[in-house]
């Protein structure tokens, strides 16, 4: 009996050094959340937005919406273990970009850590970001890319304009260094692909027949459904981004989902008022907004800003998409720029006001006696959209050289692109 | 001598213009779903800040062949039961049939409607 008390005593005082335990190196809890996390915004492309977008799209292209949004995700997910990684998270190169030190994730090993979960899961879940973003900037040109143009377009985009910006903010590049906060990504995915896409919309021009055919969702059930996956999802984008298993991703969590609830409910009231029909294509709309104007702040701000924060971005998604876009006239046909672009940049601002040091040490806000933060955070935005709607028109001339043109033919788009591209029909009913 | 008459309804009329019909004896009917114009074409909507024009509409086609006795009670019949007093009620046609043959007996003419 008293060797049993004895071995059991020797066992209680190692355990502080096993690993578990250990301050510095792996956490295993936080690496299960992780994983975890990394797979929820994985299901975010080919599920959420797929479904999201595919729902939206006129029924003659939900097929090709959909492929674009996989094969956006598939290309990302190889690009990014051979350069991208690098390039967003290697050794910082004068504050703009990484080194190719981990190109083909070099020199990581199953038992390399980056804080306290294993690099390998790190790596995994930045990428489910860059996948995503690269993924948004399809909503406002479906119906009339062509697919070869999309596969290069995204190849050359995440490379050159989603990896230089993920380095500025979480890479340890210039914008982490002048202060800038963004929890999830407001400015790296949001803004970024908002603009993007609003860039790529204007050069390939309007749908034929926009502002005079009717042009309808084929699925506003796919929609819902896909709003509600990328909701799911959104809890490893907003808590996952704690990179932990703590308070701060519980914090987050809790913020996301009041956000994108508060929005829904503006957006949908919004709607009723001033059109007198509440739409479920609405309610599902301001769920997204919601869930990207919370993204910035998720981290750094307290539920009372939440419900602020989400009844603005559905007011502001609403108008965005049914009066602003409507009056300057382009064919933003998912509306990416109006709710991605827009309500980033409100979330954006919103962390510059908001943002709390009771909830986050790292970030305070103007209501909480730093006004300069709000400076910073415009600054942030105004550099993340000068720099995507510049890089990307580039990007947009480079690819229309190297494919021959962006744009199906006529006769091909007033067909649709499931059956003249992919050949086949998104759903055989008798 | 066989008439056909061609209606062109609203479709939610067509269960009353189904049933009025019944009640005077009308046998068979066939029916398809097609889009249309008149009067009530060419208004503009927006759906999320896109400007459309609404030009066909969907209305239901409705064709029966009956003796040529019976046309007028039958055209009455079908415009008061699908008769709103909106624009887009519809319009009716009667055309001449040169002959009718039942596919089961080869029965023709009037035995065939």
């Known amino acids: ?430 | 001598m066989l008439k056909k008459i061609e209606a062109i309804i609203k479709p939610f009329k067509l269960d009353d213009v189904k049933e009025a019909l019944n009640e005077i004896g009308i046998q068979g009917m066939t029916v398809s779903e097609v889009k249309g114009y008149g009067r009530q074409k060419g208004h503009k909507e927006v759906y999320r800040g896109a400007e459309y024009v609404v030009d066909f509409i969907p209305k239901i086609k409705l064709e029966i062949v009956v003796d040529a006795g019976r046309v007028e009670q039958v055209v009455t019949k079908i415009r008061e039961s699908a008769y709103t007093g909106k624009i887009g009620d519809g319009k009716i046609f009667v055309l001449a049939v040169e002959q009718a043959v039942r596919v089961r007996t080869g029965e023709t003419g009037i035995d065939a409607v």
């Open chain 1, 1 to 430: 009996m008293k060797r049993f008390r004895l071995v059991t005593l020797t066992m209680l005082l190692a355990l502080p050094l096993s690993p578990a335990w250990a301050a510095d190196g792996l956490n295993s809890g936080d690496t299960a959340w992780m994983i975890v996390s990394t797979a929820l915004v994985m299901m975010m492309t080919p599920a959420g937005l797929a479904l999201f977008y595919g729902g939206m799209s006129r029924y003659k292209n939900l097929l090709n919406t959909l492929a674009m949004t996989f094969v956006a995700y598939c290309l990302t997910s190889v690009i990014w273990v051979l350069w991208g990684y690098s390039l967003a998270f290697g050794p910082d190169v004068g504050g703009i970009i990484g080194g190719l030190n981990f190109f083909f994730l070099s020199g990581i090993t199953p038992a390399s850590l980056e804080g306290t979960i294993p690099t390998n899961v790190f790596a995994l879940f930045q990428m489910t970001f860059a996948c995503i973003t690269v993924a948004l900037v399809l909503g406002s040109i479906v119906d009339r890319m062509k697919f070869s143009s999309w596969i290069v377009f995204t190849v050359l985009w995440v490379t050159f304009i989603y990896t230089p910006v993920a380095h500025w903010v979480w890479g340890k590049g210039w914008m982490a260094t002048m202060g800038a906060l963004d929890f999830a990504g407001g400015t790296v995915v949001h803004i970024n692909a908002g603009v993007a896409g609003l860039v790529l919309c204007r050069v390939l021009g309007k749908r034929v027949g926009y502002g005079k055919e009717a042009m309808f969702p084929s699925s506003i059930a796919l929609t819902a459904l896909g709003a509600a996956l990328l909701w799911f999802g959104w809890f490893g984008f907003n808590a996952g981004s704690a990179l932990a298993a703590d308070g701060l991703a519980g914090s987050a969590f809790l913020v996301t989902n009041t956000s994108a609830a508060a929005a829904a409910l503006a957006w949908m009231f919004t709607e009723w008022i001033v059109t007198k029909k509440p739409t479920v294509l609405g309610i599902a709309s301001g769920v997204v907004a919601g869930l990207v104007a919370i993204t910035p702040a998720a981290g750094f701000v307290g539920v009372g800003a939440s419900i602020v924060i989400g009844l603005a971005a559905g007011c502001l998604g609403f108008f965005s998409v049914s009066r602003l876009k409507h009056k300057l006239g382009y064919d933003d046909s998912l509306d990416a720029f109006g709710v991605h672009g827009m309500c980033g940049t409100l979330g954006a601002l919103a962390t510059g006001i908001f943002a709390d040091p009771a909830v986050n040490a790292n970030g305070t806000g103007l209501l909480f006696g730093n006004p300069g933060q709000l400076w910073i955070q415009l600054v942030s935005i105004l550099a993340t959209a000068a720099f995507s709607a510049i890089g990307t028109l580039v990007l947009v001339y480079v690819t229309q050289a190297l494919t021959g043109g962006l744009r199906v033919g006529e006769e091909n788009e007033i067909m649709g692109l499931d059956g003249t591209v992919h050949g086949e029909r998104a759903f055989d009913l008798e």
